[in-house]
């Protein structure tokens, strides 16, 4: 069972990125979704973070009205359309899988999250 997440790259401030993370795994099933973020000496945060079947996403109020997630079940893939982009929003970015869960339910905590990609790079310049 794996993540891989994609998408990153530098970038100057206003422009746009979308991020992908694609999962692979026949034990995946349902699950919900999270991208989080973390710069240089700063913990983990959450991004946004999505249900299963795409009727709820929570973004995290520095992001929302310039991020949005989104997902194909079919393909296994979650996106993160990253626009309007800021020298702060640069960081790693991860993607997070909680498995065995539909619906609607989303998850905040990282601890909440089984799996996770191995990072992307988001560099935005001023």
């Known amino acids: 069972v794996q993540l891989q997440a994609s998408g990153g790259g530098l970038v100057q401030t206003g422009g746009s990125l979308r991020l992908s993370c694609v999962a692979s795994g026949s034990a995946f099933g349902s699950y919900a979704m999270g991208w989080f973020r973390q710069a240089p000496g700063k913990e983990r945060e959450l991004v946004a973070a999505?249900?299963?079947?795409?009727?709820?996403?929570y973004y995290a109020g520095s992001v929302k009205g310039r991020f949005t997630m989104s997902r194909d079940n079919a393909k296994d893939t979650v996106y993160l359309q990253m626009n309007a982009l800021k020298p702060e929003d640069t960081a790693v970015y991860y993607c997070?899988?909680?498995?065995?869960?539909?619906?609607?339910?989303?998850?905040?905590?990282?601890?909440?999250?089984?799996?996770w990609g191995q990072g992307t790079l988001v560099t935005v310049s001023s």
């Open positions: 999505g249900s299963w079947s795409g009727s709820t996403t």
């Open positions: 997070a899988a909680k498995v065995g869960v539909g619906g609607s339910m989303w998850y905040q905590n990282t601890n909440s999250y089984d799996y």
